[in-house]
């Protein structure tokens, strides 16, 4: 008879669903879900004989290194910053882990002491991070079995609504909280094109968009995402020129969320000297509007803009200009930002939201040159899991099965760019109907 193994996840987001049933589903596995919300954590185990939920304050570092030690596997589904804390539990008491976050320098530091404990931390595998990877992997690793080289590689991925939920106007939704989408729009960006390295402070990130057709799926606005040029030695592409990761938004978010970033609202200090109560008075208070001055017009001056401005009506249409009361347990822009774009923003009942991957290579071998795209398309299902929770957490599952299962043997921080990882967790993601969609086109020379 199979030894039961037991998994620890910690956290239980919006994300963590799709991971829990498939985990519970699977023989001789015991799931503990722990997360500071227990009664959420109750909902996605639903009474399941193999699994049960637990209540966990994470700063608890006692019981958290108790759950550790008392399990096979632990799944951090919790912020990023506590990853690192998880992982020395882990390696402390060799066990393994998964995450589907970036790798933190942090993390990167514990490989020596993972690989001396015979342990395995394998981080970002998700989506993006995480499918992106497995799936430009497979292809580079194709190109170059078949004698070829990857010159040029561009990689971008968009969580949307589905075209049919697309009725605010901001073209989008949250599928998950919107806290990280918003920090994200402070990042800086750099890439490589054509052979040199181009790169943007985080205020500028929206400035640099391109508008980018994906064949048979839309029209969206192309912005760059965060740092892409250690891809070069990530992916291993020692040829290419041009390496760039993207992130795909419906058109109109780029030049709005600019005039959001330019008035001040990511700010997550608290605003000094400021005494207003509603999203209309701290907006008056970012720009040094006059109590008298119509908000509208003092807002689009600031600006630089026209009251009929497209930019202007949405940020209106979100309330930053309305009477709307602040709320009173938050207390700087971002925070009071993130609970208005909550509820104006959500995804309603029924609806759909859609991932959209789409990698473009260019691959030169010895007699003729290739343009090659590979496109996820999926699409949440109604009333169930969305697309971002099952491309996110499934690829993480099926990890946590492999490894239990003793079917990836090596120690250390890893993510997911060797093949006996992407492979399995690729070709099981097809049964489920996540998949890719891989055209390729001969090029002149």
Same mark, same amino acid.
């Given at each position: ?19 829990i049933r498939y985990l519970l589903d699977q023989p001789n596995f015991f ?21 049960? #939920? ?7 570092? $006692? @019981?958290?290194? /108790?759950? &550790? +030690? ?27 882990m998964v995450t589907t976050s970036y790798v933190s320098e942090e993390m ?27 799936? #430009? ?7 170059? $079995? @078949?004698?070829? /080289?990857? &010159? +040029? ?78 891809? /070069? ?128 290579f260019v691959a030169e071998y010895p007699s003729k040159k290739e343009y ?74």
């Amino acid at each position: 008879m199979k030894m039961t193994k037991n998994i620890l996840v910690l956290g239980a987001g919006l994300v963590s669903r799709p991971m829990i049933r498939y985990l519970l589903d699977q023989p001789n596995f015991f799931v503990t879900m722990a997360s500071r919300t227990v009664s959420k954590a109750k909902k996605i185990i639903a009474r399941h004989p193999s699994g049960k #939920a637990l209540g966990l304050n994470v700063k608890d570092d $006692e @019981k958290l290194e /108790k759950l &550790v +030690s008392e399990s096979d596997l632990a799944v951090s589904l919790l912020p990023y910053t506590y990853h690192v804390k998880v992982a020395e539990f882990c390696i402390k008491h060799k066990k393994q882990m998964v995450t589907t976050s970036y790798v933190s320098e942090e993390m990167k530091a514990l490989d020596k002491k993972a690989k001396d404990a015979g342990v395995l931390i394998l981080n970002e595998c998700g989506l993006d991070p995480g499918i992106d990877h497995m799936s #430009a992997m497979r292809i580079i690793h194709d190109v170059e $079995e @078949k004698g070829g /080289k990857v &010159v +040029s590689f561009r990689s971008t991925t968009g969580a949307l609504p589905s075209h049919e939920a697309n009725n605010n106007p901001f073209g989008y939704k949250f599928s998950w909280a919107p806290r990280g989408v918003l920090l994200a729009s402070k990042n800086p960006s750099k890439w490589l094109q054509d052979g040199k390295i181009v790169s943007y402070p985080g205020e500028q990130l929206f400035e640099n968009y391109t508008i980018q057709d994906v064949p048979n799926v839309g029209s969206f606005e192309n912005y760059p995402n965060r740092n892409s040029v250690p891809y /070069k030695d990530i992916y291993g592409l020692k040829d290419a020129h041009t390496v760039y990761r993207g992130t795909f938004r419906m058109t109109g978010w780029c030049e709005t969320m600019r005039k959001i970033v330019s008035l001040g609202w990511l700010n997550e200090e608290s605003v000094k000297h400021f005494s207003g109560k509603t999203y209309g008075d701290l907006t008056r208070h970012l720009i040094g509007a006059g109590a008298k001055e119509e908000l509208v017009k003092a807002t689009a001056k600031y600006l630089g803009l026209k009251t009929y401005s497209t930019v202007i009506k949405r940020l209106e249409w979100l309330g930053l200009l309305s009477d709307e009361p602040l709320p009173e347990d938050r207390d700087n822009p971002l925070d009071y930002l993130n609970v208005l774009t909550l509820s104006k923003m959500s995804l309603s009942k029924g609806e759909r939201d859609m991932i959209v991957m789409h990698h473009e290579f260019v691959a030169e071998y010895p007699s003729k040159k290739e343009y090659i795209t590979s496109t996820l398309l999926d699409y949440g299902i109604p009333n169930g899991d969305s697309a971002i929770a099952r491309t996110v957490a499934l690829p993480a599952a099926i990890a946590v099965k492999m490894i239990l299962h003793g079917e990836i043997n090596i120690n250390g921080v890893y993510i997911p760019v060797i093949p006996e990882i992407y492979n399995p967790i690729l070709d099981e993601l097809e049964t489920m109907n996540i998949k890719f969609d891989e055209r390729t086109e001969i090029l002149k020379y």
